[in-house]
Nanobody
Framework: QVQLVESGGGLVQAGGSLRVSCAAS????????MAWFRQAPGQEREFVTR????????VYAESVKGRFTISRDNAENTVSLQMNILKPEDTAIYHC????????????????WGQGTQVTVSS
C-alpha cells in the first residue's frame, strides 16, 4: 500500500541540470524523514542527501554538496532533488527512501523505497 514513485530521470550533458521527484502515498508523509540514494552498476548503494520531516534540516554527501539541493512539499507528499553541474560520475539509478526522523546516511535506516529513476550524464 505504501508507494514511493520516482520520476524525472533522463539523459543530460555534463554541466547540465536535472530535477528528479518522488511522490509518496499510503503513509503519513510528515512522519518520515526522506532521503535520496544512488546506485551505479557494480557499485554499492550510495547516500546522496536527506531531509527532515519539516524540510528544515538537510544533509548532503560531500560529492554533491553545492551542486544538489533536496526539498520537500508536505502538502503534495513529494520530495525532489535538483541536480546542477552534473558530472559523468553522477550517472546512477536514483532512489528515494522514507525512514524515521532519526534516520541517518545508511540505507539500513530506511523503511520504504522507490523503484528508482535512471540519470545518465554524458561527457
Amino acid at each position: 500500500q505504501v508507494q514511493l514513485v520516482e520520476s524525472g530521470g533522463g539523459l543530460v550533458q555534463a554541466g547540465g541540470s536535472l530535477r528528479v521527484s518522488c511522490a509518496a502515498s499510503g503513509l503519513d508523509f510528515t512522519f518520515y524523514a526522506m532521503a535520496w540514494f544512488r546506485q551505479a552498476p557494480g557499485q554499492e548503494r550510495e547516500f546522496v542527501t536527506r531531509i527532515g520531516r519539516f524540510g528544515v534540516h538537510t544533509v548532503y554527501a560531500e560529492s554533491v554538496k553545492g551542486r544538489f539541493t533536496i526539498s520537500r512539499d508536505n502538502a503534495e507528499n513529494t520530495v525532489s532533488l535538483q541536480m546542477n553541474i552534473l558530472k559523468p560520475e553522477d550517472t546512477a539509478i536514483y532512489h528515494c527512501a522514507a525512514g524515521p526522523s532519526a534516520a541517518g546516511n545508511s540505507p539500513r535506516d530506511y523503511i520504504y523505497w522507490g523503484q528508482g529513476t535512471q540519470v545518465t550524464v554524458s561527457s
